[in-house]
């Protein structure tokens, strides 16, 4: 899960990838509208509105399959105000759940020692540009030594789409003190929210963020994974990818019900992370 925030090769520093537009190959599209706040002034070309066009293109190379790589055809992330009012207070999209007292276990290899990363959903919550947050903490060791901490901020809208609204990361020592510190927040200098999880997702669905520099694209929904915590038929598979790291790819395995289960780089250092043990308190 720390990968979502942090690097594309499973988490350090904030994922990085390229901002794309919508490009002229899009054919087939369904938008999600985070409504502008009461009394902001509709969209211009030069000041568009905070939507999203979750758009799938038919330009060639842009389909969403394994050979997919970043093209014109990238959906950005919507800008311009936001509206609370389009956000409910709990997120439950079956791809992507947070329920407060859930605790993913991760184990793999990051770096070449083995890692092990716990995603707490809280019962708390944060609110950022106005809008209420489930708040989840991310801890990553390697070799058994602390490694990275982080709290993130998630929301989901109406429509079922899940945002990220922005973290707190903060880096540590062998002993645990804190050494570094980094993070961003929606709403902050124009900054918009990150497209984590479609409602409907739909193979070939590309997005991108202009602040994070994460791109992704939507490959598969019925792909079989094993991990350690259960076998699962039909897995909803992502790809991330970063113009500014091109010898770097990630593919994230979510099971509709669970969340993500596994996080693989495909290209660059060998790293991967496996759900082994999900706990409810």
């Avoid at 076998?231 to 113009?243: H, M, N, R, Y």
């Amino acid at each position: 899960m720390l990968a979502h925030f942090c690097s594309l090769a499973l988490g350090s520093a904030i994922l990085i990838a390229g901002c794309g537009s919508s490009g002229e190959g899009a054919s087939t599209e369904r938008t999600s509208t985070l409504r502008l706040s009461p009394g902001a002034q509709t969209s211009s070309a030069a000041e568009p509105s905070f939507r999203s066009s979750l758009a799938a293109s038919s330009a060639p190379g842009a389909s969403g399959g394994p050979e997919a790589s970043a093209s014109s055809s990238l959906v950005p992330a919507p800008t311009g105000p936001i509206d609370p009012a389009n956000f409910v207070g709990t997120v439950d999209n079956p791809w992507f759940p947070l329920v407060p007292g859930t605790t993913f276990t991760y184990q793999g290899t990051k770096d070449g020692k083995a890692a092990v990363e716990t995603f707490t959903v809280t019962a708390t919550t944060k609110v950022v540009a106005g809008v209420t947050c489930v708040v989840i903490e991310d801890r990553l060791s390697l070799g058994g030594v602390p490694a990275e901490k982080l709290r993130g901020y998630y929301a989901q809208d109406q429509d079922g789409n899940v945002w990220y609204f922005g973290e707190d990361m903060q880096e540590l020592d062998a002993n645990g003190n804190v050494v570094a510190t980094d993070g961003w927040h929606a709403g902050v200098d124009e900054v918009p929210p990150q497209l984590i999880m479609e409602a409907s997702p739909v193979a070939g669905h590309s997005f991108a963020h202009g602040y994070t520099k994460n791109d992704f694209a939507v490959l598969s929904l019925s792909e079989a994974v094993k991990v350690p915590y259960g076998s699962f038929p039909a897995a909803l598979v992502t790809k991330e990818w970063s113009p500014l790291e091109p010898t770097i790819e990630t593919h994230k395995y979510y099971v509709s019900g669970v969340g993500e289960v596994r996080d693989v780089a495909v290209k660059g250092p060998t790293e991967e992370l496996v759900l082994v043990k999900l706990e409810h308190t």
